[in-house]
């Protein structure tokens, strides 16, 4: 199926792009926290941003920038402060980095896109932020993805990222990407962000139509208790440099381009959902027979978002009833009477009823994925594994509208870390 | 402002009322498992039922008995078997209990209206439930209603139960009300239920116009995650014996009943909220200045099934972050520069940035709230007090609307309570 395959780097992988992340003394841990992705050319830009009403100055910043122009030349990340509920002032600091950075650069202001994420109300560190803006500037190269990827992350156990490589006509396209969130929510720091490069051309309009429906398809996918951040941030550059014929409409290119952008938001979506606070295991529904795609991936979304199958799931549980019961309140019509689900290979409930299944092995299904779902690396670092999810099968019998959506288990820990955590 | 009082007892209050609860072997734990309640000649009757498409037998066979006919003598529930996902014989098995209780009470079957709570999956056990209903018809009493408040719940922690007494005209008029549920969420026994006995005579119409309205201000505001059931339930019946000239429009009398019927379902919800599992202070949340009070309403419902706000509070941090992201993304408009919160009497957070505030005192006023929020009977019973419950205060400074919403904190029991259940 998949026309693409993994290749190594992130966000640099694609031609014509740099990255940098360094310590700028924005977090009190003093890990690294400032991040920079840059182009060497000026890049087709594209994003997707938080719906909720209470937004970072970065986010209002973004869209503006975005609508006046639809490219951009460098996307700047800190992580410590959120710049949330910093009213005016929050306004002014957004603008004097993205000034600041452009003079680095020597780019104009209006090129630069920003992104925080961090302690909200509280604002940027400006004195350490201009500071770093020099040394991240000078460290800029093509192999600075992980640099980057390791500098947006806050609580995230491990870093996010992935880079992929198809073939248009005869030559190489590249799409990298990195992420960061942690799959439920954390306290004053529930953001995600996405960055994607990309070396395609491609016209400003159908870039955005891309990514918005990539986003639909993944990190809108996993906003697992709705607890949507302040911060929450998706912006995809291209630039180009690949040297392919410029994608204008969704012809067989654009449509393997946007599959292949797809792939990247749902590997970085997952990673988040994996890394969620607490959490044993990816969990995987998919949804079929839904009226339409939409309200499969609504049906899906709140199956992955309930509490009750999240617990049931922690409990290893193959408890058939917590998920036909998410299903029956997302709000999509269906006969009860049509209902079937299925945990992995195993079917729980047929025709609306319950069935008679090994619970044994159902359980030890459940236990097998959590047991397999992350490993120690040789250096003592996580390393999660998404290939094998808990999968969870729901098919409403009312259509032909198919959809997924990830989430992770809910632990005990996940209430520790969210009780204990003191502003 | 309110023109009632409390009075003893509960459904059996209003007059024309009876009621009972006994052990029908439905529970294995022995405990009361089938409940009554009888009105002495046919009443109005109104419900508001869950709108899930995975729904139990009883939900359906309830909503068409309404639309046939508003009205009805008898309300038979049982604890133990939900009903629910049981397919073509669950109906029957619905259909034979009203016509055997229909018998033993000489009445048309038309005139029963059933709900059951339980384990989703499972069929009514029929021959215990049949052997029951002679006994439960002899039972039957002015004095049984806390009888059958025991015997509605499952996992609760107390019974909920109240009445009310106003005066129409020079007569007294009266409502009483019984409720079941833990205001979060438990494995395959969410129902909430709830059964309101009232002796005005009301219009069938404006009676059902009524209860939606206060479904709508009480037992919708406490879905806290979202985890509707597939059993829900609200009827309420007026029977018209306090003699009172019959209301028929929304006339003083009218609103005066409205108000009545208001407090009584929102007495019983925030009993429910307040008893959620392992929850230690019930939440209340109250949100000014959206643009309508179904807007205001929808905020103060999003803070209050948010699981960052809920488990700040069980931690007693006065996170006005997450209090404000969850308003931000309620999907209501406002402007986060007008944004003011409050908890108890002190304000957090002020045209959308925070102030310094004393934090010890904020903090000590919610272990206060939790510390005063139950107490022991001296039967060794639990009483919850509802009176204080921790006041969060949100004004959007977007128009007039007004909204309440209740639920509780989420604790570690939580997810113990719901990992360690096994189907």
New interface residues.
């Given amino acids: 199926m998949a026309d693409w395959q993994v290749i190594p780097g992130n966000v640099t992988a694609p031609r014509g792009f740099k990255a940098a992340g360094i310590t700028a003394g924005l977090k009190p841990s003093g890990a690294p926290d400032l991040a920079l992705i840059l182009s060497e050319t000026e890049a087709i830009a594209a994003g997707v941003f938080?719906?909720?009403?209470?937004?970072a100055a970065c986010v209002d910043y973004c869209r503006r920038r975005l609508q006046k122009k639809g490219s951009a030349r460098a996307i700047l990340c800190n992580a410590g402060q959120a710049n949330a509920?910093?009213?005016e002032q929050g306004k002014r600091d957004a603008q004097e980095t993205a000034e600041r950075l452009a003079a680095a650069l020597a780019i104009d202001p209006d090129a630069v896109l920003l992104a925080s994420t961090g302690?909200?109300?509280q604002r940027l560190k400006m004195d350490a932020l201009c500071a770093g803006i020099a040394p991240l500037v000078a460290a800029a190269s093509e192999t600075g993805g992980d640099a980057a990827a390791r500098a947006i992350i806050t609580t995230d156990l491990v870093t996010k990222a992935i880079a992929l490589e198809t073939t248009l006509g005869d030559r190489p396209v590249r799409i990298g990407g990195i992420a960061k969130g942690s799959g439920?929510?954390h306290?004053?720091m529930?953001t995600m962000l996405g960055f994607v490069t990309c070396d395609a051309a491609v016209s400003t309009h159908l870039w955005q139509q891309m990514l918005t429906r990539a986003a639909d398809q993944s990190f809108n996918q996993i906003t697992v208790?709705?607890?949507?951040?302040?911060n929450d941030t998706l912006i995809a550059l291209a630039n180009g440099q690949s040297r392919t014929p410029a994608i204008t409409e969704m012809d067989a290119a654009g449509q393997q381009l946007e599959a292949m952008l797809v792939e990247v938001c749902q590997y970085l979506a997952k990673a988040i959902a994996r890394d969620g606070e607490g959490a044993t295991c990816l969990i995987e529904v998919q949804v079929t027979g839904a009226p339409d795609d939409a309200a499969a991936r609504q049906v899906a979304r709140?199956v992955a978002g309930?509490?009750?199958v999240k617990?049931?799931i922690?409990?290893r549980?193959?408890?058939?009833?917590?998920i036909?019961?998410?299903?029956?309140?997302a709000g999509?019509?269906?006969?009860?009477?049509r209902?079937r689900v299925k945990l992995g290979d195993i079917l729980l409930?047929d025709?609306?009823?319950?069935l008679t299944f090994d619970r044994a092995a159902a359980s030890q299904y459940m236990r097998d994925i959590a047991a397999n779902s992350s490993s120690t690396a040789a250096d003592g670092s996580l390393i999660q594994h998404l290939d094998q999810p808990l999968a969870i099968a729901v098919d409403l019998g009312n259509g032909s509208g198919t959809g997924l959506a990830w989430g992770c288990d809910?632990?005990?820990d996940?209430?520790?870390i969210?009780?204990?955590?003191?502003?």
Same sequence: chains 1, 2.
């Avoid at 938080?50 to 937004?55: A, D, F, K, N, S």
């Avoid at 208790?225 to 302040?230: E, L, P």
């Avoid at 999509?332 to 009477?337: K, T």
Wanted: charged letters at 15%.
């Fill in positions: 938080t719906q909720t009403e209470v937004r509920a910093t009213g302690v909200i109300g439920m929510i306290p004053n529930a208790d709705g607890d949507t951040s302040t709140t309930s509490s009750l617990s049931a922690f409990g549980d193959p408890n058939w009833g917590r036909a019961g998410a299903a029956g309140r999509v019509p269906f006969d009860q009477a209902l409930m025709a609306g009823q319950p809910l632990s005990y996940y209430v520790k969210n009780a204990e955590y003191t502003t």
